[in-house]
């Protein structure tokens, strides 16, 4: 069973238009990142979320971790042809250890 | 020149071959990791490492060791590699976690093939 769920699995869309990918678990967390990985490069943070209900922004992505702290979403507007990637969920479990979650596959076409 | 780097970064072997993946950072973190991505499984922790004399297993160690040579120096060995390790794999570094929102730093990842 994974700790982290996230949906959907894949997606594709035309550029412009909107979305949101979500990561859902049965646990709380004291906080929630999120990275977007590119071909042929690591996992990139994009940002740590550590407030129930907290909603951060960083230019055309929202990001919102929800009220019980067991879940989060990331909300893309006006989807650009830059923004696909793999997008992973991950927690910090204990002092060392990160868990990931499976990431949801984005491509924007132009 | 990247903070995490990673050598090399494409490797074909063959069953039963040893293997060593290098992975060097400029960040000054005490902590490093390495995982293993495979598609619809995420990424695994392997090993992880808090200093020089800290090594510690993570959830898919079989098969795998590790040396931490220097602060900045952590290399990831297959004593025999087979099939089934083929995979993606990064190593990763962080600084202490504070308040359990430390962020991690990937390498560009090692591509590994075995036949």
């Known amino acids: 069973t994974q700790l982290l769920e996230q949906s959907p699995q894949f997606l594709s869309i035309q550029e412009g238009e909107n979305l949101t990918v979500y990561c859902n678990s049965s646990s709380v967390f004291s906080s929630l990142q999120w990275y977007r990985q590119e071909p042929g490069e690591g996992p990139v943070l994009l940002v740590t979320?550590?407030?129930?209900?907290e909603v951060k922004k960083l230019k055309r992505l929202t990001f919102q971790f929800g009220d019980a702290r067991k879940d989060s979403s990331l909300h893309i507007t006006a989807a650009q042809t830059g923004d696909t990637g793999l997008y992973l969920c991950a927690v910090l479990s204990g002092t060392y250890k990160y868990i990931f979650g499976t990431g949801t596959r984005l491509k924007v076409l132009a | 020149d990247a903070d995490v780097t990673q050598t090399p970064r494409n490797r074909i072997t063959k069953t039963g071959k040893r293997i060593m993946l290098e992975c060097s950072q400029t960040?000054?973190?005490?902590?490093m990791y390495w995982y293993r991505q495979d598609p619809g499984l995420g990424l695994r922790l392997i090993y992880y490492?808090?200093?020089?004399?800290?090594?510690n297993k993570g959830e898919i160690s079989d098969g795998y060791s590790v040396s931490r040579q220097a602060q900045a120096k952590f290399s990831l060995s297959l004593e025999s590699a087979i099939p089934n390790q083929t995979a993606l794999y990064f190593c990763a570094t962080s600084d202490q976690a504070g308040r359990n929102t430390g962020e991690l730093f990937f390498g560009e990842g090692s591509r590994l093939t075995v036949l």
């Open positions: 979320v550590v407030t129930g209900g």
């Open positions: 490492s808090f200093d020089v004399k800290d090594i």
């Open positions: 960040k000054g973190h005490d902590r």
